[in-house]
C-alpha cells in the first residue's frame, strides 16, 4: 500500500525557515517524480515544486522561487521542502504528491499525504 | 499560465439527482490534461479523472469527465450521500500545473 507520511510543520515567525518531510513507503520511491502542493486555510490547491525521480530536474511556482528548497533521499525514501524568508502568505497545509504520469513537470497525482500544517504569524 | 474557472461555485442538490460542473480554461489545454479530485473536509484530495474522461482506480462509474480544448464537464449521474464534497480541476498540459477553484457540492 502507497503511503506518504508528512511531517515538520507548525507555527513559525515571519521571516523563519522550517523544514518539511515526506516519508514514502508502499513502492519504489527512486522511479517516481514527487510534488510538493499547498493549500491556504479556506482556499484551493496550489502547487510548490516538482523533483525528477535523482533530482536531475527540478521546478518552483513562481511564488516560492528563491525561498523554497526542494530535495530528496532515495536511499531513504523521504522527501524534503526546506523554506526560508517564509511569510503570512505560505500559511497553508502542506502535501507531498506522488504522480499518475507528468507532461514535463506539470503532473496529476494519484497519491497524496494527509497533509502537515504550517502557519506563519507573530 | 492557464487560468482555470469552475462554475458553480457552489452546487445544491439532493441525493439520487444528477450533478454537472464545468471547469472552463484561459486558454486550450493541451492533449485534454485536465484531471478532477474530489476533496472532502480535512482530507486530502482524491484522485477522479485523468485525460479529461479516464477514471481513476477505484473511482465508481457514476463519475464521468468530458470536454476538450477550454471547456471541460464532470457529471455525476446518481449522487450518493459520499459524494458532497469539494470538487478541483487541473491542468497539466503546460507549465505551471494549475487548479480551479472549485465547486463546492452540498446536499439541498
Redesign the interface.
Same mark, same amino acid.
Given at each position: 500500500e502507497v503511503q506518504l507520511v508528512e511531517s515538520g510543520g507548525g507555527l513559525v515567525q515571519p521571516g523563519g525557515s522550517l523544514r518539511l518531510s515526506c516519508a514514502a513507503s508502499g513502492f519504489t520511491f527512486s522511479s517516481y517524480s514527487m510534488n510538493w502542493v499547498r493549500q491556504a486555510p479556506g482556499k484551493?490547491?496550489? $502547487?510548490v515544486s516538482y523533483i525528477g525521480s535523482y533530482s536531475n530536474t527540478i521546478?518552483y511556482?513562481?511564488s516560492v522561487k528563491g525561498r523554497f528548497t526542494i530535495s530528496r533521499d532515495n536511499a531513504e525514501n523521504s522527501l524534503f521542502l526546506q523554506m526560508n524568508s517564509l511569510r503570512a502568505e505560505d500559511t497553508a497545509v502542506y502535501?507531498c504528491a506522488r504522480p499518475?504520469?507528468?507532461?514535463? *513537470?506539470?503532473?496529476?497525482?494519484?497519491y $497524496? *499525504?494527509?497533509?502537515t500544517l504550517v502557519t506563519v504569524s507573530s | 499560465e492557464i487560468v482555470l474557472t469552475q462554475s458553480p461555485g457552489t452546487l445544491s442538490l439532493s441525493p439520487g439527482e444528477r450533478a454537472t460542473l464545468s471547469c472552463r480554461a484561459s486558454q486550450s489545454v493541451?492533449?485534454s490534461?485536465l484531471?478532477w &479530485?474530489q476533496q472532502k473536509p480535512g482530507? +486530502?484530495? @482524491?484522485?477522479l479523472i &485523468?485525460g479529461a474522461s479516464s477514471r +481513476? /482506480?477505484g473511482i465508481p462509474d457514476r463519475f464521468s469527465g468530458s470536454g476538450s480544448g477550454t471547456d471541460f464537464t464532470l457529471t455525476i449521474s446518481r449522487l450518493e450521500p459520499e459524494d458532497f464534497a469539494v470538487y &478541483?480541476c487541473?491542468? &497539466? =498540459?503546460?507549465?505551471? @500545473? /494549475?487548479? =480551479?477553484? =472549485?465547486t463546492k457540492l452540498e446536499i439541498k
Open positions: 484551493g490547491l496550489e $502547487w521546478y511556482a513562481d502535501y499518475r504520469s507528468c507532461n514535463g *513537470g506539470s503532473c496529476f497525482d494519484d $497524496w *499525504g494527509q497533509g | 493541451s492533449s490534461s484531471a &479530485y482530507q +486530502a484530495p @482524491r484522485l &485523468y +481513476a /482506480t &478541483y487541473q491542468q &497539466y =498540459g503546460s507549465s505551471p @500545473r /494549475t487548479f =480551479g477553484q =472549485g
